[in-house]
């Protein structure tokens, strides 16, 4: 795999994460977010499984995934793309004004969305978001100019924001002790044995509340821990035992597969 990454994070008006990145040959297992993804593919094409079906987004075009939405990434071709990853509850505010419901996030049906005003629009916002010569207010109500007009144009529902938690008690549950526990050995037959369910009736319950195996789930929270982790400065021999991976190269295995570059260049 060949990358190039820039990435920045900006926290003034609400979390949000912007991504520069161009592949030659990568693919991304499935995963999803926490927050709304959404950007313009530069160049090349991506193609990704989105709701049921395989979806291709070329040159100019806007790729976007909601909260919570399983999905891939793939390319015979490579792309590159200028991606945006912004906090539910911001665009939950935006959404709720826009909507005139409080607490409301937009729902987005499609995963490419073709509209080459809208993708100029991210492009330039992108571009200046990037500047570091740019006033923050600049960059604050240009990214709410250009989101409002985003969700305006193309959001196909509001959904309470509440109902991306919701889930059945067991499996909440067996979240909730993944999460805690991700240093640890956890296997699925002691988590169907918490949940006092049959080993294959857990992983099809499991796979139905969240969208992800249990064993898929694991490594993306332990993911997310290392992430935390490399950012709080933490020697990476360090990082990977404290996120439940055997030691460095194991998590350099997953790392790169799942987030696209090694975890001393994230």
């Known amino acids: 795999m060949s990358a190039k990454i820039k990435r920045i994070k900006l926290d003034n008006i609400g979390s949000i994460e912007l991504l520069n990145a161009s592949f030659e040959k990568h693919s991304f297992k499935k995963h999803f977010h926490e927050e709304f993804c959404f950007g313009v593919v530069s160049s090349g094409q991506l193609d990704f499984n989105y709701r049921g079906q395989k979806v291709?987004?070329?040159r100019g075009l806007?790729?976007?995934?909601n909260p919570g939405e399983i999905h891939d990434g793939f390319?015979?071709?490579g792309w590159a793309y200028k991606m945006f990853?912004?906090?539910p509850k911001l665009m939950a505010h935006l959404s709720s004004i826009i909507s005139g419901r409080i607490n409301d996030i937009p729902f987005f049906k499609e995963g490419v969305i073709y509209d080459d005003d809208l993708a100029l629009k991210l492009n330039n916002l992108n571009d200046i978001m990037f500047n570091e010569e740019s006033f923050t207010i600049e960059k604050e109500e240009l990214f709410i100019e250009v989101a409002s007009l985003f969700i305006k144009k193309h959001a196909d529902s509001f959904i309470p924001y509440e109902k991306l938690t919701s889930s059945k008690e067991l499996i909440i549950k067996s979240i909730e002790y993944i999460n805690d526990n991700l240093q640890y050995d956890i296997t699925v037959s002691n988590l169907s044995e918490m949940a006092n369910l049959s080993l294959y009736y857990y992983i099809r319950v499991f796979k139905k509340e969240v969208g992800l195996t249990p064993k898929d789930y694991l490594i993306q929270q332990r993911i997310k821990k290392a992430k935390?982790?490399?950012?709080?400065?933490?020697?990476?021999?360090?990082?990977?035992?404290?996120s439940g991976f055997y030691d460095q190269s194991h998590m350099l295995k997953y790392f790169k597969s799942y987030v696209g570059l090694n975890p001393s260049n994230f």
């Open 75 to 77: 390319s015979s071709k």
């Open 85 to 87: 990853y912004v906090n």
């Open 62 to 65: 806007i790729n976007l995934c």
């Open 56 to 58: 291709s987004a070329k």
């Open 228 to 242: 935390e982790l490399i950012l709080e400065k933490y020697p990476l021999s360090h990082v990977a035992l404290m």
